[in-house]
């Protein structure tokens, strides 16, 4: 074989062809050309812990799921129109993971088309057009995914430039929102009643709600209590659809639960999931109800060319069987909680460390330059992480001051792996960066 070219060489290729807003990771980034489990090794044949893979659910390289697919391959791939029954199995599988009565199925390729075709369907059944979104989220590129996404840290024009029928109201966060602590719930139900109110005064109808149950693009902060209960029937009193985007939080990374909704305990009218779901193959999914499902007739059929497709299809069902074979959402569970707990304990000795987000193997460590005043310290992390990174470890900034740890590895994450994590963030912080 002829050697690798150097990664400052490739790196030089990519950025001539490969279109400019399409960012990569570090200023100088290893050639990663293999992956194991939650390691990934350059061309030079270091390892790295992959602490920031929120697609790998059942880990880099399955055998299992590898097989699969070249299996798959070499038998059949085409489309969703033809009869097979990998495309019966999958949506069967889903339909039996979501709630009773979200039995309907649309499988699509990816989170933002999945979150797209989830807003269409808010439209095509209440006959309205405004969505509601939460402020600080990120739900998707396309047209509709996108204009409900306003996060400044993705597009830093996004709460400027949102179309007149998204109505972003602010973000039920915690930690360092306009409101505090877990008493905070009326104070950001109040601020959602408000903001449908200028609509009621218009006269003008919702169309849905669209949010994460656990808030992601923060880090991975739990909504406060009750507040999607009484958030979800405010918007279903005005004839509107409950969307819980499940791209990140779903399919068993919180480890607690299968779905993220479980921990506000709701029921959403539309589930969307992608990124796990398929392991990096792109894969995405809308499941609910048979009545919303079938709104979308009015405008037609709908088809999407790789949408459920034999392979795609397989994939599914074999990441699904890993997941359960290898217990990966209690795995999730236990070395999830044991890292948090080595990290809430760094909080004890260093004041920058604010506060340790979230459950099961979704955390989010948030740095802090006052624990008083809560300045985020942004440039503090985004060295963290290039530090992190010379130790062996991959780890990224998140959040809309990109302080945040963003923490969201494999789900076969091992318990060494865990402690090799805390133990290199530990030495960061005591050597400074
Ligand atoms: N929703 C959430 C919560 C996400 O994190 C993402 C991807 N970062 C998306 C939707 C979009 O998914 P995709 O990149 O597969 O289009």
Not at 189 to 210: C, M, P, Y
């Amino acid at each position: 074989d002829a050697p690798l070219p150097a990664a400052g060489e490739l790196l030089q290729r990519r950025q001539r062809h490969f279109a400019r807003p399409q960012k990569n990771y570090y200023r100088q980034p290893p050639q990663i050309e293999r992956g194991w489990k939650e390691h990934l090794f350059d061309v030079e044949g270091r390892a790295y812990l992959d602490m920031v893979n929120n697609v790998t659910i059942v880990g880099h390289g399955h055998p299992r799921l590898s097989a699969a697919v070249g299996r798959q391959w070499s038998l059949l791939n085409t489309n969703s129109r033809f009869h097979y029954a990998s495309v019966a199995e999958f949506s069967e599988r889903l339909a039996g993971l979501a709630p009773e009565g979200l039995d309907t199925v649309f499988l699509v390729n990816s989170g933002s088309e999945a979150n797209d075709l989830a807003i269409r369907l808010a439209w095509a059944y209440s006959g309205a057009r405004h969505m509601l979104s939460l402020l600080e989220a990120y739900h998707g590129w396309t047209v509709a995914s996108d204009a409900v996404s306003t996060s400044i840290a993705d597009n830093p024009q996004a709460l400027t430039t949102r179309p007149d029928w998204v109505h972003a109201v602010i973000s039920p966060n915690t930690y360092r929102g306009a409101f505090r602590g877990e008493g905070s719930t009326v104070d950001y139900v109040r601020a959602v009643s408000e903001k449908l109110e200028e609509l009621d005064q218009r006269r003008e109808g919702l169309a849905g709600f669209i949010c994460e149950a656990v808030y992601g693009n923060a880090g991975g902060i739990p909504l406060p209590p009750g507040y999607l209960q009484a958030v979800y029937a405010t918007v279903r009193a005005r004839g509107g659809v409950c969307i819980a985007d499940e791209v990140q939080v779903g399919y068993g990374r919180l480890g607690h639960h299968f779905w993220g909704f479980e921990e506000q305990r709701v029921v959403p009218d539309i589930i969307t999931v992608a990124k796990g779901m398929g392991n990096g193959h792109p894969l995405g999914a809308v499941i609910t109800r048979r009545e919303i499902a079938e709104a979308l007739e009015k405008e037609g059929y709908f088809f999407s060319s790789a949408g459920g497709s034999p392979v795609s299809s397989v994939v599914g069902l074999t990441v699904l069987d890993i997941l359960h074979d290898e217990a990966l959402q209690e795995n999730a569970r236990t070395v999830g909680d044991h890292l948090k707990v080595r990290l809430q304990a760094l909080g004890e000795r260093f004041p920058m460390v604010g506060a340790v987000h979230g459950m099961g193997l979704y955390l989010g460590v948030e740095f802090v330059r006052d624990r008083e005043t809560l300045e985020p310290a942004t440039q503090e992390t985004a060295a963290i992480c290039d530090r992190l990174l010379e130790l062996g470890v991959i780890m990224q900034p998140t959040g809309d001051h990109l302080n945040v740890l963003k923490i969201k590895p494999p789900l076969c994450l091992s318990r060494e792996s865990a402690d090799f994590f805390a133990e290199m963030l530990e030495r960061v912080l005591d050597d400074g960066w």
